[in-house]
């Protein structure tokens, strides 16, 4: 071989190598689990005393191991969720939300109560891997979850109609509702209205929710809905748009192209978006109803704007500062939230996955090796 030959191939083995890198698997979902889950599958919040568990951490593991095609893993977490967070047994009921050590040390469910946004979640991720993976075990799975789920926090609210609330227990007065407009993603509802058209109510009432309760198109955390009344400022949090609110623009932003609502929803969200470019950055509190903010947010909120920014038609500066602070600034490895937000707004920048219009997952396992 030739010196130009030789040139011609190293040149071509140095293009090849990185790409074939990049493709084998997914290096952030691989840090992920190795900070912050245990090998029998329990996501470990380690900010706190008591090393908690939630099942939104478990139906966050489940999402990213079904978007990164390993099996192994999301049997793992699904059987730690069943075993400890439901009885042994998920078709009959939903996730406890909190599990860990109490003050006597006991290793135990701390929280009995259903977290609405996690029953979604790991319903949705069942029922997508049953799709995928050809696994009807799954789908049966999910689709009893999806009932559950409707059966225990699904409530018809007069003057709005069917809506879920945040969990069974807790949310609701004779006359008032309390609601969290980020468990209410729009494309986890769109896959579910193939299921049942009660689903496809819900999601009309939850756009509803998220551009009457956001007025000024800033988020809240929390909202109440008073009967005669409609839309209240929330008793416990007030205004305050914050750590909750950062995914409703996630969520949002993630929508596919011809999704119902899409383009209502995102001029609606403007505003967020013209704030980040006028501060160069995302605010870590909002005062939804005043407009100001306090504070720069953690770098994963600049991870959960990726994607709304990416639909912004002058976003382009912004998604260019946000993607910078990423690469600068990455979350600690066992900041559970952070690094949540991470997968999910980074990874799809990256192309990992995307939704249909109908919410369905379009995973990118082209180049992934194989489990």
């Not at 293009?15 to 493709?23: E, F, G, I, L």
């Not at 999301?74 to 009959?92: I, P, V, Y």
């Not at 005062?287 to 909120?301: I, K, L, N, S």
Request: charged fraction near 20%; glycine fraction near 10%.
């Amino acid at each position: 071989m030739g010196v130009r030959g030789l040139l011609v191939l190293m040149l071509t083995l140095s293009v090849m190598a990185p790409v074939k890198a990049a493709q084998c698997g997914w290096p952030a979902w691989d840090g992920y689990r190795q900070a912050l889950m245990s090998p029998e599958g329990r996501v470990i919040d380690v900010s706190t005393d008591q090393r908690i568990t939630t099942s939104e951490g478990q139906s966050y593991g489940l999402f990213f191991a079904l978007v990164a095609n390993d099996r192994v893993n999301f049997e793992r977490l699904l059987r730690w969720t069943q075993d400890n967070l439901a009885g042994g047994d998920l078709s009959r009921r939903l996730p406890a939300w909190q599990w860990g050590r109490d003050k006597e040390g006991q290793w135990k469910v701390l929280d009995p109560n259903n977290a609405s946004d996690a029953d979604l979640w790991i319903a949705y991720s069942l029922l997508e891997a049953g799709r995928l993976w050809r696994r009807p075990d799954y789908e049966k799975l999910g689709l009893n979850m999806l009932w559950l789920s409707a059966a225990q926090s699904m409530r018809k609210v007069p003057g709005l109609g069917l809506m879920l609330l945040p969990g069974g227990q807790g949310f609701e007065s004779a006359d008032s509702w309390r609601l969290n407009p980020s468990y209410l993603p729009p494309q986890l509802l769109a896959r579910f209205a193939l299921v049942a058209p009660i689903w496809a109510e819900l999601a009309e009432n939850s756009q509803r929710l998220l551009i009457e309760g956001s007025p000024r198109g800033l988020a809240p955390d929390w909202l109440s809905w008073r009967a005669g009344q409609g839309w209240t400022v929330d008793s416990v949090t007030g205004p305050k748009g914050s750590y909750d609110a950062i995914r409703v623009y996630l969520w949002l932003g993630m929508l596919a192209e011809q999704a119902p609502g899409r383009r209502e929803l995102l001029e609606h969200f403007q505003p967020m978006s013209a704030l980040i470019k006028r501060l160069g950055a995302v605010p870590e509190i909002l005062d939804t109803r005043a407009g100001t903010d306090t504070g720069t947010g953690p770098v994963g909120f600049s991870a959960a704007m990726l994607p709304l920014l990416a639909g912004t038609p002058d976003g382009g500066e912004s998604l260019k500062i946000q993607r910078e602070r990423l690469r600068q600034e990455p979350p600690a490895p066992d900041a559970y939230y952070n690094q949540s937000l991470v997968l999910f707004g980074q990874g799809w920048d990256e192309r990992r996955y995307r939704f249909d219009r109908q919410g369905r997952l379009l995973p990118n396992w082209a180049g992934a090796c194989k489990k």
